[in-house]
């Protein structure tokens, strides 16, 4: 084998779609071939480590019904999508959207705007915001605007941007948030995005507010009466929810959300 292990212990611990999850122990040929004994340890740890792993995938699959149940309570109309545009999951709101010829409809379980070149650039966005994911880049917001049928219909704004990535997720199929964008405003938006999608408190989102503004921690410390170390260990604390590791790359962060 090109990789010089040819003796190797394998099960197939959860499929999952297009996707197995296997427990493996592999050998190179100066390590030699894998004992009776080692075998047998082997089949005595896969049922443990199999019912490991559907626990935390059972976990991780309640994280979106969380992430929508959020979006939910602030009416906010949100899509949950892979990167195939199959919707996995959404708010009521955003089922009304595709019901009322507001510019979205769903097709074979696929989100979809009325015309093929919305379509087409709906798909772009959530392809280009998989790939940022899948490469652990810094998410990008990008947005998609479609119209209706009916052309007096205003058009409809859509955010496009990767749900943050963890390292220890063992869900491999990337999932990215279409968020409608409706009568609130943009900080509204961005205060329901920032709580609902990156965990961030009342206080956090407070003093992100502020540095979108171009405030300093010592303004934020004055504003919110409490010193200026509080203030910059919660702006450690925003960046770290965020994914970021400098200030200058926060600010840029939210403003593109």
Known sequence: MPWDCPFIAMTNLERQKNTFI?????????????TTQQRECF????????????????LEGRGTAVLVGAMEALAIPVFVCDRSSCVESLTQAAETL????RG????????????????????EAIEASVICRTQLSPAVLRTVVVRGRDHNTAPLVL??????????????????????????GEKARRTAVLQAAYALTSAEVQIAEYLVEGQSAEFIAAKRGVSVATVRTQIK?????????????????????
């Not at 409809?105 to 379509?119: H, I, S």
């Open 22 to 34: 296997v427990l493996a122990a592999v050998r190179s040929q100066r390590e030699g071939h894998i």
């Open 43 to 58: 089949a005595a740890l896969a049922p443990h480590v199999r019912t490991a792993v559907r626990t935390h995938l059972a």
């Open 98 to 101: 595709v019901t009322t010829g």
């Open 104 to 123: 979205l409809q769903l097709k074979a379980g696929r989100l979809q705007a009325c015309w093929p070149e919305e379509t087409k650039a709906l798909n």
């Open 159 to 184: 955010d496009v941007f990767p749900l943050p990535f963890q390292s220890y997720q063992l869900t491999f199929a990337p999932r990215v948030l279409v968020v409608a964008r409706g009568p609130r």
């Open 237 to 257: 604390a925003i960046m770290a929810k965020l994914g970021v590791s400098r200030q200058v790359e926060l600010v840029v962060r939210l403003g593109e959300l």
